[in-house]
């Protein structure tokens, strides 16, 4: 890559090209995804088959089908997959986001797609080296790290985790925490169960206890922050457990490691139980929650992505007001172009480039070809107006200037924040 000083064409057509080509050449740290680091065996998901079972594409699948939930459960993942792919590539066009995601993976792959082609497709993901598999993935997403949501109430992933797993510096942790601030009598038991001393009430020793969980964890697997995902009726304060164990626990433990807590916020889990994971929706959520905690914890680090549309310009406000929010991505119902490009241009529009522009959310790792590909597209797109609005006052503008901005809009903000 050429770096030049020499301010550019006021051209738009030349802008457009500059733009996109080093939104496409500069690397991303993907901070939220729910891949694995190879070491952790089969929990990393790939492959054409896991691309078609994604949740995304099970809800879709069930709009179109008569299939009883039930017996599309009991199938075999390979079946499960092939009537996905029945439904929604060969009896219909695949034009949803989520369709359009597993063509434009296979694609970036150099495949060859049609409605015939999934048994060719299979065949060619059996005969790939996994280990370069994962490399040519990242390869291609340009990513130079992958965050993974790391449970220690996951049984299979604390399991490898209790096998201390030889690491692969790409892919970096987050610790989850949604049982120990949503489900107590859960969490609570399993504590007890591993040796912390804790009570039902969270009383006697508890508070030192999870913080001791914490600070376990925490230098078990080094995580760039806390997470975790609330429901839109999350309200703070409150005379709940969530409250009680944000107060005592979690955000003294925040302030004093300096890592910063995440709180995704405005999943209604299971509003259709029959879909399983594919079943969670969406609500808007009453931000005076995240408000009331960046005000009272100023010395705290909070990083956040909203789920509803219609919270995102609020979020917008309440980040230009506390310093100490991070706001990121473009989460789950809003990874989509027509969301992205909105929420893109408020952001720059309300924070400059203070915010990190998108996040996978990946759950197959063949998925960050498509997230990636699609996203720096509108993002490209976005920015080129905005620099084109700039450059139309007088202001100059550069290659290493432009390259600076996505840089830190893709990664480096983040970093910079939690640093
Ligand atoms: O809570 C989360 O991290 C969500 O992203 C997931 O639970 C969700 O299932 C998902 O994969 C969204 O993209
Ligand atoms: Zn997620």
């Not at 060719?120 to 994962?134: A, G, P, T």
């Not at 490009?341 to 759950?363: I, K, P, V, W, Y």
Request: hydrophobic letters at 40%; glycine letters at 6%; one cysteine or more.
């Amino acid at each position: 890559m050429i770096i030049s000083n020499q301010p550019l064409s006021t051209s738009r057509g030349k802008l457009y090209d500059q733009v996109h080509r080093i939104v496409q050449s500069t690397p991303a740290l993907d901070m939220h995804t729910h891949l694995y680091d190879p070491a952790f065996g089969d929990l990393l998901l790939s492959g054409i088959d896991e691309q078609l079972v994604y949740h995304y594409l099970v809800a879709e699948t069930f709009r179109s089908s008569t299939m009883g939930y039930e017996d599309f459960w009991k199938l075999p993942r390979a079946q499960q997959a092939d009537h996905v792919w029945s439904t929604l590539f060969q009896e219909r066009s695949p034009i949803s986001e989520a369709c359009r995601g597993v063509l434009t993976s296979l694609h970036l792959l150099g495949l060859e797609t049609g409605p015939k082609s999934l048994p060719s497709i299979r065949q060619w993901f059996k005969e790939q080296d996994r280990e370069s598999f994962v490399s040519r993935c990242l390869e291609i997403a340009n990513l130079r790290g992958v965050c993974m949501t790391n449970s220690p109430f996951d049984p299979e992933e604390k399991a490898v985790w209790d096998q201390s797993p030889s690491r692969d510096s790409r892919f970096q942790t987050g610790l989850r925490l949604d049982p120990l601030l949503l489900d107590w009598p859960v969490a609570g038991k399993t504590l007890a169960d591993w040796g912390y001393e804790v009570s039902e009430d969270m009383g006697g020793t508890s508070v030192v206890s999870v913080t001791r969980f914490l600070e376990d964890w925490r230098d078990r697997i080094h995580p760039l922050y806390l997470m975790v995902s609330l429901p839109p009726d999350f309200t703070y304060p409150a005379d709940d457990h969530t409250t009680r164990m944000l107060q005592q626990v979690i955000l003294p433990f925040c302030r004093a490691s300096g890592l910063p807590l995440a709180l995704m916020i405005g999943v209604r889990r299971s509003v259709n139980p029959f879909l399983q994971l594919a079943g969670d929706g969406v609500g808007r959520a009453d931000l005076s929650a995240l408000q009331c905690l960046c005000a009272e914890n100023q010395d705290v680090k909070f990083l956040s992505t909203l789920l509803s549309r219609e919270n995102q310009h609020e979020l917008c406000v309440l980040g230009r007001k506390f310093r100490n929010l991070h706001i990121f991505g473009c989460w789950w119902f809003t990874n989509v172009p027509s969301m992205i490009q909105e929420m893109t241009r408020m952001r720059l529009e309300l924070l400059g480039t203070s915010f990190t522009a998108q996040h996978s959310d990946a759950r197959v790792l063949d998925q960050v070809l498509y997230k990636w590909d699609h996203s720096r597209r509108v993002i490209a797109d976005v920015l080129t107006d905005k620099y084109f609005d700039m450059q139309q006052t007088g202001w100059p503008l550069s290659e290493e200037i432009i390259r600076a901005d996505v840089t830190h809009l893709l990664g480096a903000g983040f970093e910079g924040f939690c640093s």
